[in-house]
């Protein structure tokens, strides 16, 4: 019930006519300029139980460093097979400092390997951001290199 109750919400609202832009949102978006941060993170995995033969769950448990000075919590959702081909989902909640801005915001994930070729989308959740953090856009890169992870974000977010 919960399930489809979900789905007609989102079907209602992708049908529902835009919404005008107040004033106060078309100058929000004006200024709000392209921005990069950059750093290392730290993550743990640990596998958690699932009922769906073929899928995999861990929780994500995430330390950011640089100009994303946050820790995230979240959970992913994986499926592979022998060819080398597999996908994955993720959802984490990231709270902390971005570039001196305090506040928390939700990344989605979704990886898709074919044959050996990876493709990532990392966003933020639109209307996420919560505190300093209220309006924030953006798409985050991952890097990782001889065991290590770097991260790429760039973002807007409305001036203050």
Do not use: C, W
């Amino acid at each position: 019930m919960h399930r489809l109750s979900l789905a007609a919400a989102l079907l209602l609202a992708a049908a529902a006519p835009a919404r005008a832009q107040t004033p106060s949102t078309a100058h929000a978006r004006e200024h709000a300029v392209t921005q990069h941060a950059s750093g290392t993170f730290d993550v743990n995995l640990a596998p958690q139980p699932t009922d769906a033969p073929g899928i995999s769950r861990m929780s994500l448990d995430k330390q950011f460093h640089g100009d994303l000075e946050a820790t995230s919590k979240g959970e992913m959702l994986a499926n592979g097979s022998a060819s080398g081909s597999g996908v994955y989902v993720a959802m984490e909640v990231v709270t902390g400092t971005l570039h001196g801005r305090s506040g928390s915001f939700a990344l989605h994930h979704t990886g898709i390997m074919t044959r050996g070729t990876p493709q990532l989308t990392i966003a933020v959740v639109p209307d996420s951001g919560t505190g300093d953090l209220v309006g924030l856009n953006g798409t985050m890169g991952i890097t990782i290199a001889d065991g290590k992870h770097s991260y790429e974000f760039e973002y807007t977010i409305p001036d203050r």
